[in-house]
């Protein structure tokens, strides 16, 4: 894919902090240091899948970037305009431009609203488009994600998960945005379904030019859905290159860590599992010198002191390790 010169999405050390308040008075004792300068290009009609075990920043990144949390440092812009520093109401036009899309969409959904009345209410608050015009722009919303006239007129409770997913979808694409997040979007269904619902979000992409980020638990998932993959631990990037690079050629100790825990889908070829020892460390406390340190096996003194940088080693392969050339 030949990448256009400016980047649809710029990250600039981006830093996500939580204070943790105590005592009497909720003073804040400390930080949970939920995402650590982040830096990220990212090219409209790309995937880029965004991997790292469970806390370590994945979903604060996504909803950093969406404004819907405010960045603690750094630089967030979105078509060349900085957006990280924008007040509220400038905000509402990017707004529109970007989605996001959740492991379970029943939870946004009132039990109590019909599907299509759910879906209207988009067009109520964003649009000035009439009953009739907004009625019609859901029927052809639900056509587009695989569901039918006749859904318009039932409840959350009456779709499977599959189904509920498509609302999820056919909500985030309402307002044609060109950026959507999907946060563990597949994650929680069977692995039948999940490949309809990654092959409706490929067709969707193609059809509206749509830039994806995709975070995900599931390395077997991204790897064929995303061309670039970004891999966190403890709210830092260690690694990011195309995905058949990450795959072929992991140089992070802790990307083959990951990689190693995927099962083999040829039975009979061997492979080695890497085990990483002891627990994920505290991001209120994060180990000093290199984030992984404490659970990686290669690691030196020096890691124990210094942060390694975020270099590119390859074209297009960054990687934040000492021992990496
Ligand atoms: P992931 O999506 O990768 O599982 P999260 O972004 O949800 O990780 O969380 C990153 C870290 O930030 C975790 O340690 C989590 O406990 C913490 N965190 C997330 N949201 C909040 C919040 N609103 N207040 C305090 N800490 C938070
Ligand atoms: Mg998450």
């Not at 997913?165 to 694409?173: F, M, S, T």
């Amino acid at each position: 894919m030949s990448q256009p010169q400016q980047p649809l999405l710029k990250l600039e050390g981006v830093k996500k902090y939580y204070p943790i308040k105590g005592g009497i008075l909720q003073r804040v004792q400390g930080y949970v240091k939920a995402v650590e300068n982040v830096s990220l290009e990212v090219f409209e009609g790309e995937s880029i899948g965004i991997v790292g075990e469970s806390g370590c920043g994945k979903s604060t990144l996504g909803r950093t970037i969406l404004g819907l949390e405010k960045a603690t440092d750094g630089k967030i812009f979105f078509k060349n305009q900085e957006i990280s520093n924008l007040p509220e109401k400038k905000r509402k036009t990017f707004k529109k431009e970007m989605q996001m899309i959740f492991q379970d969409p029943y939870a946004s959904l009132d039990p109590r609203q019909r599907i299509g009345a759910a879906l209207e209410e988009v067009f109520v608050i964003h649009t000035k488009m009439t009953k009739a015009e907004r009625e019609e722009r859901v029927l052809q919303l639900l056509k587009e994600v695989g569901l039918k006239e006749e859904h318009y007129d039932r409840y959350p409770h009456e779709f499977s998960g599959g189904q509920r997913q498509r609302i999820g979808i056919a909500r985030a694409i309402a307002l044609n945005p060109s950026l959507v997040i999907c946060d563990e979007a597949v994650s929680a269904l069977d692995v039948s379904v999940q490949a309809q619902i990654i092959k409706l979000l490929k067709d969707i992409q193609e059809k509206h030019r749509l830039t994806y980020l995709f975070i995900s638990h599931d390395l077997g998932v991204v790897r064929h859905f995303c061309n670039r993959v970004l891999v966190m631990y403890l709210g830092s990037t260690v690694e990011l290159a195309p995905s058949h690079e990450l795959y072929a050629n992991p140089l992070h100790p802790y990307t083959k860590a990951l990689l190693s825990a995927i099962p083999r889908p040829k039975p009979g070829v061997k492979k080695e599992r890497i085990r990483l020892e002891g627990d994920l460390p505290n991001p209120a406390n994060p180990p000093k010198g290199c984030p992984f340190h404490t659970r990686c096996p290669i690691a030196t003194e020096r890691c124990k002191q210094e942060r390694p940088e975020w270099k590119e080693v390859a074209p297009n392969h960054y990687v934040a390790c000492h021992e990496v050339q």
